[in-house]
């Protein structure tokens, strides 16, 4: 059975940083692509990074975060650095199979951890 667990969200200052963690249990994820979304209160589910080869952020974030993998733990990273006030969120961790591209659209993972809340007090 597939499962992403994330963790490392919590509470922080503005100008802070957290680092998310998601650990991928049930398959080897080193050949699919690996995505973070986030989703505020009363708002869409958005892409934040992707990771497949090389790595693509939306333009909101670039610049200030970092997607990591460490393949040979199964585990891929967030680094958010200089956070804000608009990135709180629940950052979801998402792995589309067999993944070549950069994919930013939720409909294109397969599979999704529980989500871990990130809060930035002004």
């Known amino acids: 059975q597939v499962q992403l667990v994330e963790s490392g969200g919590g509470l922080v200052q503005a100008g802070g940083s957290l680092r998310l963690s998601c650990a991928a249990s049930?398959?080897?994820?080193?050949?699919?692509?690996m995505g973070w979304f986030r989703q505020a209160p009363g708002k869409e589910r958005e892409f934040v990074a992707t990771?497949?080869?090389?790595?693509y952020y939306a333009e909101s974030v670039k610049g200030r975060f970092t997607i990591s993998r460490d393949n040979a733990k199964n585990t891929v990273y967030l680094q958010m650095n200089s956070l804000k006030p608009e990135d709180t969120a629940v950052y979801y961790c998402a792995a589309r199979l067999n993944g070549l591209g950069y994919y930013t659209k939720s409909a294109e993972y397969h599979y999704w951890g529980q989500g871990t809340q990130v809060t930035v007090s002004s």
């Open positions: 049930g398959r080897t994820f080193s050949r699919d692509a």
């Open positions: 990771s497949s080869g090389g790595t």
